[in-house]
């Protein structure tokens, strides 16, 4: 596990480096899907203690597209004090249980849900920053808004109370062409200079992007990411799961 984390720091800083890029520009965030918690425990342990050791980088992020993995796992590692957020779809009779453990939503691809979070935080004292998910490829079976209508609803978004817009995330076209992985990834960016710069209330700190998994993250490093997603670079690959992300 420290062999693979050290890995993909390298990758990252290299495809930083290849781009102009500072390497403290892109955090890491542990995609933690089908992963039991002894592994996911190891991967954390093996980022703190690197970072003791002087790696300078930031600790990673732990993402989960599944509620009920989340709210399995996140107890379980409270110890270790990791910073949780959603990356699947969220329905709407999950969202008190995601956020009680989660600190950002990152697949928030309509109204409804942002709705929804609102109602649900604008009283605590931080706002929950949330990532606008659009669906650069059109491809059916990817979740997001597209990117046509997306600059409208991060401004709709950014507007609702208790929330912080923070950015926008993707996943990247299913393509051995590196240019048309690109090319989405590209959109993104688009879209979010686009929000950023209307200066409508509450996009100033808009300027995440949370793209590139373990495949393509010199691509989206190169097009402007600021979070990479990575699971099966640090975990290995995956175990078979039933039934459908939720």
Known sequence: ???????????????????????????????????????VRAALLADAGARAAGSGTAPVLLGENRVQELVAKAPALVDLGPTWHVIGPLQSNKVNAALRWASAVQSVADDALAQRLSDRVRERDVPLDVWVQVNVS????????????????????????????????????????????????????????????????GTADARGLSMGMSGDLEAAVAEGATVVRLGTAVFGERPPQEGPHR
């Open 1 to 39: 596990m420290t062999r693979r984390l050290a890995q993909v720091h390298e990758r990252v800083a290299a495809a930083c480096t290849a781009t102009g890029r500072r390497t403290d520009e892109v955090r890491v965030l542990l995609a933690s899907k089908t992963m039991d918690v002894a592994t």
């Open 138 to 201: 059109g491809e059916p079976t990817k979740h997001g808004a597209s990117p046509d209508v997306a600059a409208d609803l991060g401004v709709r978004v950014a507007a609702l109370p208790g929330l912080r817009l923070v950015g926008f995330m993707t996943v990247g076209a299913r393509s051995d062409d590196t240019a048309v992985v690109r090319a989405g990834f590209a959109r993104l960016r688009d879209v979010r200079d686009e929000v950023v710069g209307s200066g409508a209330p």
